[in-house]
C-alpha cells in the first residue's frame, strides 16, 4: 500500500514521496508522479533515507554518559535527569544559560516546538546564521528586499541562463530537466565555477573562474554593459536607487585587474558579456561563493549585474539565489514564541567556537537537535573542546555522531517515516509537503516533540503544549491555506504556498523605498583587488573548498551508506603534477596548525589553485575551516581555507586527524 511521504533533507528540490508499507515495514520510496516540481523522481540521497530508517546502528535507547562509557538508561530517568539540570541551570544563571544549538537536517514544521519550548522557560542562547548562506541572503535582502525565485517552468523564455556556483547536477538536480528543456527551446546555457560538473558538456560556454573571483567578475561585466550602454534604463531609473554611484564606482574599475584577479580571459570574457547583454538573463547562483570574507558583496555585484540587464521582474529572468517567500509565508513566531523571552543571546555557528567561551555567564546546559556541529562547523577541533566544558550536554540524533560521542545524554529520535508532519523546506520552489506517519519508531526511540512535551511537563511549562500536532501546523498556516487546501496536501502530498510564479513581476521590491538597491562593489578598488590577489612565492598554497558532497547530504548519509565515500582530495591534474603527488597516493593537508590526511585524486577541469573536499564526508576537515564571519549576515567564511599539501610519510600517520569511532 502507497502513503504519503516527503523527504525532509535541507535541499533545493523539497521532494514528495510515495512510501510502500507492507506488513507493517516501510519497504520502498519513490517520488510522488503528481509533485509539479520534482515530478516522480528522487535522487540517492532520499533514497538513502530507507537505509537510515531500517541501519542496524540507529539508536534505540537513551543513552547517559558514565566515566568514558555510555550506558542505556530509561527514557523516564534520562528526562528527570535532564529536566533537572535544566531547572537548576536556570535558577542559577537565567534562561539563556541552556545553549540550543541545531540545525535543518529535518525541516518538518514542528521541529519548532523546541524553540517553544525554551521561550517558555524564559529565553536560550540560540545558535543563528547558517553555514550555508546567510550572507547571500543579507545581499539579497539590502538589494530587492528578500529572496525570490521565479517557477522553473518559465525558464525556456530565458535568453541566457547562468549556473553561477551552483552545481545543480550534485545539490539541485530536478531542476535538469526544466535547464534541458530550456536548452532545447534554444536559451544559452552558461557554467561559471571553478568546479567542473558533468553539466558543462551541455553548456554553451563554460567559465573556470578562479575560487573567489566571481565578485570581480560580475563587476567587469557590468563594467562591459555600461561601456555598451547594454542596460536597461527604464529600470536604473524607475524602479533602482543608488545607480549613479555604482556605475560612477564600476566604470572606473582597472578591467584588466577584475579579470585577472577573476583568473578569465578576454575572449572568454567577451562570449560571457555577449550572453549578458541579450535579456531576459536568468542567473542561478549557489552559495559557495558567498562563504568569504566578501561574500556578501560578490552577491550583491551579481544581483547588481542582473539588474542592469533588466532582467529582474521580466519572465524568464531573475536572480534566483534561494526562495525564501516560502519560510515567510509561514507563522512560525506563533509556534515558537518569541515574545514570552525574558532574556535571549545569540551565537553563530560559523564563529561559536570563538564566540561559546565569551558567553557571560557560560552556558550551562547544551541542547543539540537535527546537527553535528563537530562535524559541520568551522574549526571543529576547537569547537570539541568548548563543547566538552559545558556541564551539561543533551543531543538528539539518530546515530552517534562526532557530537553525541561527547554528550551525557544521547536520545534516539524518530524519522520522517514515524511522525506526521508538514515540510517547509525547499530553497527553491513555492510548495510545502506532507510526511505521513508511517510506521512506529524502532525499540524505543521517539519523535522530538514527545520529548519536548515530557520535558516540558516536568518543568512547569505543559500548559504551552495543550495543542495537538494539527492545531500547531493550522497555527503556522491556516492565514495562508484553506480548507481546500488542507484537504489538498493530506490527500495529494503537497501544495502551492507561494502563488507568484515571476519574482519582483511587478518591480516594486521588499526594500524600504520599494527599490532595488545597487551597492557599490569593493572590487572597484584597486585596495580591494589587492586583498584578493593569490600569494606569491614559499611553498604552494591552495584554496580548500569543501563542497557538497555528491552521495550525501553533509554528513548524514556517512553513517548509513552501503558504501561511505571514501575521504579525497581532488586536485588539477596540472596541480598533482607540479607537486609530484600521484592520484591515489595518501597526503597531508596542513594549514600550519591542524592537519588532514586524505587520498590524492585527479579532477581534471578544476582551477589549479583549488583543493576540493567533500564536506561532511571528509573527517576532520573542519579543523582546516576558519571561524570568522563574512562581511554580511554574520555567514560563514569557510572558503578563506588556504591549505598546503604533502605525501603522508609513514611516520606521520598518527598526527592526523582522522575518524573517531562513530558507534
Ligand atoms: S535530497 Fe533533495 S532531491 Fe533528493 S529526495 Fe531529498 S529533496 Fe529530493
Keep these: 500500500m502507497e502513503r504519503l511521504s516527503a523527504c525532509p533533507l535541507n535541499c533545493f528540490d523539497g521532494c514528495s514521496l510515495l512510501a510502500t508499507v507492507a506488513g507493517g515495514r516501510l519497504v520502498d520510496l519513490r517520488g510522488n508522479p503528481d509533485h509539479p516540481i520534482t515530478r516522480g523522481q528522487i535522487c540517492g540521497r532520499g533514497r538513502g533515507l530507507l537505509l537510515r530508517h531500517r541501519h542496524p546502528k540507529r539508536l534505540t535507547r537513551p543513552l547517559k554518559r558514565v566515566g568514558d562509557r555510555f550506558v542505556p538508561v530509561p527514557w523516564e530517568t534520562a528526562l528527570d535527569e535532564i529536566a533537572e539540570r535544566i531547572r537548576a541551570a536556570i535558577d542559577r544563571f537565567g534562561p539563556t544559560a541552556i545553549l540550543y544549538s541545531y540545525d535543518y537536517a529535518s525541516g518538518g514544521l514542528l521541529t519548532l516546538l523546541e524553540e517553544r519550548l525554551w521561550n517558555r522557560l524564559g529565553g536560550m542562547t540560540e545558535t543563528v546564521s547558517t553555514l550555508c548562506w546567510s550572507a547571500g541572503l543579507e545581499a539579497q535582502r539590502l538589494d530587492l528586499g528578500g529572496a525570490r525565485t521565479s517557477d522553473p517552468a518559465l525558464l525556456p523564455l530565458a535568453k541566457g541562463i547562468v549556473l553561477w556556483g551552483r552545481n545543480a547536477a550534485t545539490t539541485n538536480v530536478h531542476l535538469l530537466p526544466f535547464l534541458r528543456q530550456a536548452r532545447a527551446q534554444g536559451s544559452r546555457l552558461v557554467h561559471i565555477n571553478p568546479m567542473p560538473s558533468p553539466l558543462d558538456r551541455e553548456a554553451d560556454l563554460v567559465v573556470r573562474v578562479r575560487p573567489g573571483g566571481d565578485g570581480p567578475l560580475a563587476v567587469a561585466a557590468a563594467q562591459a554593459l555600461l561601456e555598451r550602454g547594454a542596460f536597461d534604463r527604464t529600470f536604473v531609473t524607475h524602479h533602482a536607487a543608488g545607480f549613479e554611484a555604482y556605475r560612477a564606482a564600476v566604470l572606473a574599475a582597472d578591467r584588466a585587474a577584475l579579470l585577472r584577479a577573476a583568473d578569465v580571459d578576454e575572449e572568454t570574457f567577451a562570449r560571457l558579456v555577449d550572453v549578458f547583454a541579450t535579456p531576459p ?107 566538552r566544558s559545558i556541564p551539561t550536554k543533551i543531543v538528539v540524533d539518530f546515530f552517534l555522531t562526532e557530537t553525541a560521542a561527547v ?257
Excluded: C
Design 281 to 387: 538573463v536568468r542567473a542561478i547562483l549557489g552559495y559557495g561563493f558567498q562563504r568569504y570574507r566578501l561574500g556578501g558583496a560578490t552577491v550583491r555585484a551579481i544581483d547588481a549585474l542582473i539588474a542592469l540587464t533588466g532582467s529582474v521582474g521580466r519572465p524568464g529572468g531573475g536572480v534566483d539565489y534561494a526562495h525564501t517567500a516560502l519560510g515567510e509565508s509561514i507563522a512560525a513566531h506563533r509556534i515558537t514564541r518569541p515574545d514570552w523571552r525574558r532574556a535571549y543571546r545569540t551565537v553563530t555557528r560559523a564563529g561559536q567556537a570563538d564566540e561559546i567561551p565569551r558567553l557571560d555567564p557560560p552556558p550551562a546546559i547544551l541542547y543539540v537537535a537535527r546537527a553535528n556541529p563537530l562535524a559541520q562547523a568551522p574549526q571543529a577541533d576547537r569547537l570539541r573542546d568548548v563543547y
Design 407 to 663: 554528550a551525557d545524554y544521547v536520545l534516539p529520535a524518530a524519522d520522517n517515516f514515524e511522525q506526521a508532519d508538514i515540510y517547509v523546506s525547499s530553497m527553491w520552489h513555492g510548495y510545502i509537503q506532507y510526511g505521513e506517519a508511517l510506521v512506529p519508531p524502532p525499540g524505543e526511540a521517539k519523535p522530538e516533540r514527545w520529548i519536548v512535551r515530557e520535558l516540558a511537563r516536568r518543568l512547569g511549562a505543559a500548559d504551552a503544549f495543550r495543542e495537538s500536532d494539527e492545531a500547531f501546523w493550522r497555527l503556522a498556516l491556516d492565514d495562508r491555506m484553506t480548507e481546500a487546501d488542507w484537504q489538498a496536501l493530506f490527500t495529494r502530498g503537497f501544495v502551492r504556498l507561494v502563488p507568484e510564479r515571476i519574482a519582483w513581476e511587478k518591480r516594486t521590491f521588499a526594500t524600504p523605498d520599494g527599490r532595488f538597491h545597487f551597492a557599490v562593489p569593493p572590487w572597484a578598488e584597486r585596495t580591494a583587488l589587492a586583498a584578493e590577489a593569490p600569494e606569491a612565492g614559499g611553498p604552494r598554497r591552495y584554496r580548500l573548498l569543501s563542497v557538497h558532497p555528491r552521495r550525501s547530504l553533509h554528513g548524514q548519509h556517512r553513517f548509513f551508506a552501503a558504501r561511505p565515500p571514501a575521504p579525497v582530495a581532488y586536485l588539477a591534474p596540472e596541480a598533482l603534477a607540479r607537486e609530484g603527488i600521484a592520484p591515489g597516493a595518501r597526503v597531508v593537508l596542513t594549514d600550519g596548525r591542524a592537519r588532514v590526511e586524505v587520498a590524492a585524486a585527479a579532477l581534471p577541469g578544476l582551477h589549479p589553485e583549488a583543493i576540493v573536499v567533500e564536506e561532511g564526508v571528509t573527517p576532520g576537515i573542519n579543523a582546516l575551516t576558519p571561524s570568522g564571519l563574512a562581511d554580511l549576515g554574520r555567514g560563514s567564511t569557510q572558503y578563506e581555507a588556504f591549505v598546503r599539501i604533502a605525501p603522508l610519510r609513514p611516520d606521520e600517520r598518527d598526527k592526523t586527524i582522522r575518524e573517531e569511532a562513530l558507534g
